[in-house]
């Protein structure tokens, strides 16, 4: 009897956590292959990379709007007086070594993070993958989406660089906008009138770094966890079937071509970390709540709501002398909500409009009321008036 | 056969193929299993790895010989390490290990038992409890105060909203001066540009503190009603609150005609979302979202120093709009 390598380990394992089973399902477990289900693995790799680099970040930043004076390298600013936050992100930048690369990879990741949750949330919407059983899936999706945008905001307001600045006192007018809780919404945010209290340097870190990555975190492994339950979809083919899943094991094709997504994604946020610049705060010079610039752009994924703030015409509503709806609301509030609104409702009102009902109740639908489970993509083409509506509301 | 009969037939024929074709009748087997066994290959991939670690050693070494500035050789050299171990990890999954196709069957969601017995284990639980709606009663009220309780601590996060926003630095008579403190004279305005004031001693980040100044010709400038031009607007200099009551940017932008007879009329317009008042008419919203003009400082000269001095408070509450934000003049 030759000796098995592994056997000892495996006997290990079992022994305290009777988990070969479980193992064995794991190495065997099936994946569809197509380029575009690899979307949601990069962002989760994104993710992994915005872990990392965040950590290294969080060990030099210091989340204070105390006042200093700047000595460090960077002479344009050298006896500047600044936030702490502000300095030690120079510092950071500038003095620390491999700083630099690692802020810029940190940037770079978030950006990379939502537009590849982006993709993924049009591919899953195009292919109807959102259908039952995963529209779960798909509302935690769409969550997730929420909260990437919402830390992505939280971590460029933290240097305290104008651009911040500009950004954070943008979404105190919309705190402000909101009806008639608005005031108190927003100072109970930012401990007081803007630009706020030091209560407000430390909540921001603490959203930042712990209670937003953790969400996320948590969020993600209910999403792989639903994945897994259901598996994949997949597109129709040879030998496809609403009952089966056609595809690569993982072990050892797959892992190993996964684990190379995960390199080349690293890959790609280390190069353009080091060398596409991005985020200069040392150009745009301490925040001061009397300053702002002209051409100050956010980030990509908030371009829809200074879009939305921009377009909207001056409409307040007021009556009995009190501001009932401030403008803000509209672009900075309504319009978010009812977009991600729209969001968690498409699994429904696509089976509104396919009238998907689950193919054995059609005679009795009035009784069940019941859908349709889909394991089989539909391609784009499939269902012209699904692909058109998309195309018009993500437009 | 009638034409009757061909209109409902094709029209049979429609709803069907609209509706999902049938799965193929005979199963087709995808399962394949194909070992490469190719040398090359590997010798590729044991190559790739190699050059990755050398690259990742080239990191630390730069990271060690050179801290500092060095930001475009450790970014080259550690994505490239990536990129190198990915290209590596590609090659092996797909030209190396063996190539599989395998076939698992979907497990089934559905537990027709066990979806009967849950609830019935679950109403199995009350019995014995004949007081329902008591006891749902109490809870009801055991769960109102306990959760007003878990939140109520979140009221220390933030002061009352009214009292605070209302308390703005500016008086009659206090010195208006620049950000480092020097007082602003009435001649430190010219026509064209503006000037950023602040009230002298108060902190610069309190949104009420800063204004903006500008020089208008008298002649232009028609004030809301209850505004006279000597209280509010001496030699016609005015001044408005810098914080747009849009959404609390600053207002950073002065458009100023070079030739009156063709462009349009000066104006202050917010970078942020564009909105742009009119400085002539009390700031009024000319174009862009804000909803209510900015509120107006009214200023006065001294008349032995030259220096400005706010000649009050502001015409209305500044900063974006909320509730109990007064319109001031409009």
Known sequence: MTPEPGRDTVRWIDERAGASPALKAALRYVFPEHWSFMLGEIALYAFLVLVGTGTFLAFFFESSTAETTYHGSYAPLAGERMSLAYASTLRLSQDVPGGLLLRQTHHWAALVFIAAIVAHLLRVFFTAAFRKPRDITWAVGVTLLMLAVLEGFAGYSMPDDLLSGMGLAIAYGVAMSLPVVGGNAAFLIWGGEYPGTHDFTTRLLTLHVFILPAAIGLLIAVHLAAVIRTHHTQFRGPGHTERNVVGTPTWPAYALRSLGLLSATAAVLFLLGGLVQINPIWQWGPYEPYLATNGAQPDWFLGWLIGGLRLMPPLEIHFWGLTWVPNPFWGGAAFPLVVFGVLYAIPWLDRRLTRDWARHELLDRRLTRDWARHELLDRPRDNPQRTALGMAFFA | MSPWHVIVAAVLLALRGGRRGPEPEEPVDPRERRVPYSSRAQLLVAVLLVLAGLAGLGFSAIYLVHPGHETQWLGLALGGAFALLAAALIVAGKAVVPQEVAVETRSQLVHEQAEQEVPQLVAE???????????????????????????????????????????????????????????????????????????????????????????????????????????????????????????????????????????????????????????ARGADVIFGPAGRPLPQLPLQIDPATRELRANGGYSASIGPSWLNANRGGA
């Open chain 2, 125 to 279: 639980g009350g019995e014995g409890l004949t007081r329902r709606r008591l006891i749902a009663g109490a809870a009801g009220v055991a769960g109102i105060g306990v959760g007003a309780a878990l939140v109520t601590p979140a009221a220390s996060l933030g002061p009352n909203v009214g009292e605070r926003i209302d308390a703005i630095p500016w008086r009659r008579g206090v010195r208006v001066v620049d950000e480092r403190g020097r007082a602003i004279l009435a001649d430190d305005v010219p026509p064209g540009t503006f000037v950023t004031g602040f009230p002298e001693g108060a902190s610069l980040r309190d949104l009420a503190s800063p204004i903006v100044i500008v020089r208008l010709p008298p002649s232009t400038i028609h004030l809301p009603e209850g505004r006279s031009q000597e209280e509010w607007a001496p030699e016609g200099l005015l001044a408005y609150s810098k914080i747009c009551t849009h959404a609390g940017c600053a207002i950073a932008l002065y458009r100023y005609p070079s030739f009156r007879a063709t462009q349009q009329r000066p104006a202050l317009v917010c970078p942020c979302h564009y909105s742009t008042f009119d400085p």
